[in-house]
Each structure stands twice: as C-alpha cells, then as structure tokens.
C-alpha cells in the first residue's frame, strides 16, 4: 500500500512567521512531488511541484525534496491570514500515473 | 493550467436514484481521473479514464456502480447509481497536464447529498 503521511493538525503560526509542513512517503519509487492547498468547500489547487532533490522556490513558498529519506516539505514565508487553507502533499512514479494523496494538514494563520 | 468546469455543482438525490456528473475541459487532455472527498478526508481516486478505452476502477470501486464514460478529449462523465446516503460526497474531475504529466488540476467539484 503506497502511502502519503502527513500530520492533519491544525498546525497554528502567527502572521508574518513561517509555516514549515511536512509530508513523509512509503514508494521508494515515486518519482513527482506535488503540494496542493484547498480552501474550505472549495477544490485542490496545485501550488508547487518538484521533481529532483533539493530546494524549489516560489514566490514564498519553498518545497524541499529528500528522496533518501522519503520525505517532503513545504516552506511559507511571511504568512498571510490567506494562507489559512489545508495544504495536501501528492506523490506519484511519474508520468501519467495514479497520484496518492496524503489527508492534509490544516494551516491556520492567526493575524 | 486547463480550465475545467463541472456540472452540477451539487445536488440533493433520493436514495436509489442515479446522478451523473459531467467534467468538461477547455483544451484536449490524454488522461482524466474521477475522485471522490468525503468530510474531512482526502482525495480518494475512483477511476482513470482514457478517451476510446474502458475506464481503470481503484480498488472497492466498481463500474456497476460508477460507469464512466470518455467520449472524447475534452469530455467525460461519472454515473453514482442506486445512491445511498453513504454516497454523499464531493465528487472531483482532474486533468493530467504538465510537462511529464503527472500534475493534476481539479475541477470545482460536484457536492452530492443523498436522503
């Protein structure tokens, strides 16, 4: 069972701080590495994607990479009460294959 | 990214009664994936649906119960049939683009209610 693992929290920041989330995975093989924030009642919206180890900024979002510890980050600089979303960690071997999602962690930005 | 649409946004069914749900994309796309977002949990994929070939089920989803069809590129559609209340659920059309095709962008949704 290949599985995405990721703590649901709330995980609570003051604004302006940074919010560090963190996804860990099973399948060694993956290859393609997503974040994804949903806002309540609304849909999944792809923010980040990486595919090679090591660091990939975005405006204020860095989404790190270590595939020898399986494991997968999401950086948000200065956060915004905007930010405020649960944030979904994806994992897929690449290509046009089956994409797994981990349940979410919950971000909550207090102003 | 495509620009996907679905319809309905959502609906209120009676138990026993089908609803189809349709996903429409503004550019042709190889691969199309159905989901279903039970409260305050994540994505769970039902199917993969390829133009001009059968759709490919997950495991505990079957066609009896979720047929889908994949008329063309830019078209597909997902049946709920015989609904029971354990069928509520948003249902989420996706697209695979990007450059190695493994990013997926969602369509609004559909929130189904079944009484």
């Known amino acids: 069972q290949k599985e995405v693992e990721q703590n649901s929290g709330p995980l609570s920041v003051p604004e302006g701080a940074i919010a560090s989330l963190n996804c860990t995975y099973s399948d060694r093989g993956s290859q393609s590495f997503f974040w994804y924030r949903q806002y309540s009642g609304k849909s999944p919206e792809l923010i980040m994607s990486?595919?090679?180890?090591g660091d990939k900024e975005d405006g204020r979002f860095t989404a790190q990479l270590n595939k020898a510890s399986q494991y997968v980050s999401l950086l948000i600089r200065d956060s915004q009460p905007s930010d405020s979303a649960t944030y979904l960690c994806?994992?897929?071997?690449?290509?046009?294959?089956?994409?797994?999602f981990g349940i979410g962690t919950k971000l909550q930005v207090i102003p | 990214s495509a620009v996907i649409s679905q319809k309905p946004s959502r609906d209120i069914c009676q138990r026993g009664t089908s609803l189809t749900i349709q996903c429409q994309v503004d550019s042709q796309v190889t691969m199309m994936f159905w989901y279903r977002q039970q409260p305050g949990q994540s994505l769970t994929l039902i199917a993969t649906a390829n133009q001009g070939s059968e759709a490919t089920y997950e495991s505990g989803f079957v066609i009896d119960k979720f047929p889908i069809s994949r008329p063309n590129l830019t078209f597909s559609t997902l049946t709920v049939s015989n609904m029971s209340p354990e069928d509520s659920s948003i249902y989420l059309c996706?697209?695979?683009?990007?450059?190695?095709?493994?990013?997926?962008?969602f369509g609004p949704g559909t929130r189904l209610t079944v009484t």
């Open positions: 990486i595919y090679s180890n």
């Open positions: 994806a994992v897929n071997a690449g290509g046009y294959q089956k994409v797994t």
């Open positions: 996706s697209v695979g683009a990007g450059a190695v095709g493994s990013e997926q962008y």
